[in-house]
C-alpha cells in the first residue's frame, strides 16, 4: 500500500521497477502485515542521463541499469520496500493466486528461494506463507527502521540500527553506527541548487532509478585522493567525506526538488542507497496515483 505522505525534508530516488502482476496495491500506506488486496504497478517517464560534474569535470557516460548478482537469500528477515506493498502468491509465478499484499515496512521470514518465472521468495508473514518476487527494488534482506519527516516532505525506510537526525534547516541526516556512513536527505526549490560532484571526487557510471513514480539517476562518486577526515563535507548535516559518495538528485514539481548524498567506505556498498531510495514515498501527485 502507498505510503502516508511525509513531514520533513526531501529525499530521493526510488528504483520502481516491478514486475509485472508482483507490485502492491495502490493508496495509502497501510500498517505492517499482509492483506487481500488487488495488484497495481507504479512508473514514471524516463529522463535523459544528466550531465554530472565532479571536481569541474564534466561526464556523459551511458546508465548502467544493472545492480550486483548476489546468492540469493535462504533464511532470517526480509522488508517490504516497494510504497504499494508486494503482493504473496500461492506459487512462484506471477499467474498463481494472489494471497494478499504485504505492505511497505512488513518483515517477512525467508523459507526458501526458487529460480522458476524470474526468480521467487518462499516467505511467511503475520497470517501467510506464500511467494514474494526477488526484484531487488521490492524488498531487501534485514530490518528497517521507518522515517516520517517533521514536515511532511517524505517517508523512507533506513537500516536497523542506522540514527536519523533532522538538521535545519532542510537536512535530515542517517548515520550507520560504525565506520562513519551516513544518508544525507536535503530539499531545495530546485535540483540545481543542491549541487553535483565534489571537488576531489571522479564520477563513476551513472544507474537509472525511479522514486515513486519519478525517474532520475544514482551517480557513484570515488575519491581521487584521500580528503582530511572531517574538514569538509560532503553534504549539509556535517557529514565527513568518505572514500565513495553517492548522489541522487529528484525534481518533483518546478518548486520541490530533492538531494540523497550518501557517503560510504566502498562501492560495494551502494545496495544501502538503492534500498533507501526504493523506499521513498512523498506528498507530490507522481508518487499518490
Not at 507504479?42 to 548502467?64: D, E, F, K, R, V
Amino acid at each position: 500500500m502507498r505510503a502516508n505522505p511525509g513531514r520533513g525534508v526531501l529525499a530521493a530516488v526510488v528504483v520502481v521497477a516491478v514486475l509485472a502482476g508482483c507490485s502492491g496495491s495502490s493508496g495509502k500506506r497501510a500498517a505492517t502485515g499482509v492483506a487481500p488486496t488487488a495488484a497495481a504497478t507504479t512508473g514514471g517517464a524516463a529522463t535523459s542521463a544528466p550531465a554530472t560534474t565532479a571536481g569541474g569535470t564534466s561526464t556523459t557516460g551511458p546508465a548502467n541499469t544493472t545492480t550486483p548478482t548476489t546468492t540469493p537469500q535462504t533464511s532470517g528477515s526480509r522488508t517490504v520496500l516497494s510504497p504499494t506493498g508486494l503482493n504473496v502468491r500461492a506459487q512462484p509465478d506471477k499467474a498463481a493466486a494472489l494471497l494478499g499484499t504485504a505492505a511497505q515496512g512488513t518483515v517477512l521470514t525467508v523459507l526458501a528461494h526458487s529460480d522458476q518465472a524470474g526468480g521467487w521468495f518462499q516467505v511467511k508473514g503475520a497470517t501467510v506463507t506464500g511467494w514474494i518476487s526477488d526484484n531487488a527494488v521490492l524488498s531487501a534482506q534485514g530490518k528497517f527502521g521507518a522515517y516520517q519527516s517533521s514536515t511532511g516532505v517524505f517517508n523512507a525506510l533506513y537500516p536497523a540500527g542506522w540514527a536519523s537526525a533532522d538538521t535545519p534547516p532542510a537536512s535530515v541526516v542517517f548515520r550507520a553506527p560504525a565506520a562513519g556512513e551516513t544518508i544525507v536527505v536535503t530539499s531545495a526549490a530546485t535540483a540545481s541548487q543542491l549541487g553535483t560532484g565534489h571537488s576531489g571526487y571522479r564520477a563513476g557510471r551513472s544507474e537509472q532509478i525511479v522514486a515513486c513514480g519519478v525517474t532520475t539517476y544514482l551517480v557513484p562518486y570515488t575519491a581521487s585522493g584521500t580528503p582530511a577526515p572531517g574538514t569538509t563535507t560532503a553534504a549539509p548535516g556535517g557529514a565527513a567525506l568518505l572514500p565513495v559518495l553517492a548522489q541522487v538528485r529528484l525534481t518533483l514539481d518546478p518548486q520541490h526538488a530533492l538531494g540523497v548524498d550518501a557517503n560510504l567506505t566502498d562501492l560495494s556498498h551502494l545496495q544501502t542507497v538503492r534500498d533507501f531510495v526504493n523506499s521513498l514515498t512523498f506528498p507530490f501527485p507522481q508518487c499518490e496515483h
